[in-house]
C-alpha cells in the first residue's frame, strides 16, 4: 500500500513538473511587423486643413489638394483613425489593419456638411534600383460631390492617352504606365471628347521612381485640378 502510494506521489510530481515545462516551452511568440508607411491625400470638397488622428497618438495635417508625408503607422492589428480639422473631428469610426512594411496611399474625400469618407487604400510601390523608366499612375478624385465631371481621361502632351481606361470619381488606374524619364504635360479631357478640364505642365519624371497623379475640385464649383507626387 505504502508503495503503491510512493508510486502515485512520484506519478503527480513529474506530471506537474512536465505541465509545467510543457506550458514554458508552449508559449508561441510572434515577431512585431515592421510598421506600415501611410500617405494621405486631401481631396475633400471643402476642409482646408485635414487632421487625420492615428491610433489616438499621431496627428497628420494635409491642406486641402495636397499629399502628407509618409508616416508610420503599427501593423498587423486594427489601427483606428479619425478624420477631422484642427478643430472638430467627422468620422470618428474607422479602423485599418495594415501589413508589415506596407507602402499605402490613402485619399480622402467628401463634404464636410454630409460626409467625410475615404477611397479604398492604395497599395503604393517602391521601384528596384536601375529602372530605366518612370512608372505613373492616375487615380479620379474630382466630382466626389456631382459638382464636377464625372468621367474623364487622362492625355501625355496632348497626343497620346497614359491608360486607354475612362474615370469616374474614385477609380484608379488599374496599372502603372511606363514613360521614358523626361519633362510631361498631362491633360484631363472630358472623356471621348478633346475638351481639356485640367493641365498639369512641365512636369519632371525621373527613371526608377514611382508617381501617382490625381485630380481633384477646385475652388471654383465645376472644375477641376491636377497634381502629382
Known amino acids: 500500500m505504502v ?3 510512493k508510486h502515485f506521489l512520484h506519478f503527480l510530481l513529474t506530471s506537474s513538473l512536465i505541465a509545467i515545462v510543457g506550458c514554458s516551452d508552449g508559449v508561441i511568440s510572434f515577431p512585431t511587423p515592421e ?31 495636397a499629399a502628407s508625408p509618409f508616416t508610420a503607422v ?9 478624420f477631422g480639422s484642427p478643430t472638430r473631428n467627422y468620422r470618428t469610426d474607422l479602423r485599418f ?72 470619381p474614385g477609380k484608379s488606374s ?7 524619364p523626361g519633362t510631361y504635360t498631362f491633360e484631363l479631357r472630358e472623356s471621348g471628347t478633346t475638351t481639356v478640364l485640367a493641365t498639369l505642365p512641365n512636369v519632371e519624371l525621373r527613371a526608377g521612381t514611382a508617381y501617382m497623379l490625381y485630380s481633384y475640385d477646385a475652388a471654383t464649383p465645376g472644375n477641376l485640378q491636377l497634381d502629382i507626387f
Not at 74 to 82: E, H, I, L, Q, S
Not at 148 to 166: A, I, P, R, S
Not at 174 to 180: E, H, M, P, S, W
Open 174 to 180: 488599374a496599372q502603372f504606365t511606363q514613360l521614358t
Open 97 to 168: 489593419t495594415l501589413g508589415g512594411s506596407a507602402r499605402v496611399l490613402l485619399f480622402v474625400w467628401g463634404d464636410s456638411s454630409s460626409v467625410i469618407e475615404y477611397r479604398r487604400e492604395i497599395q503604393d510601390t517602391v521601384l528596384p534600383p536601375g529602372t530605366p523608366n518612370a512608372y505613373v499612375r492616375f487615380t479620379h478624385m474630382g466630382g466626389s460631390t456631382g459638382a464636377g465631371f464625372y468621367e474623364v481621361d487622362v492625355w501625355v502632351n496632348g497626343q497620346t492617352k497614359l491608360t486607354n481606361e475612362y474615370f469616374d
Open 3 to 5: 508503495s503503491h502510494m
Open 74 to 82: 503599427p501593423a498587423g492589428r486594427a489601427v483606428k483613425f479619425f
Open 35 to 65: 510598421p506600415a508607411q501611410l500617405r494621405i491625400v486631401n481631396t475633400t470638397l471643402n476642409v482646408p486643413q485635414l487632421r487625420v488622428t492615428i491610433d489616438s497618438s499621431t496627428s497628420v495635417d494635409v491642406a486641402r489638394g
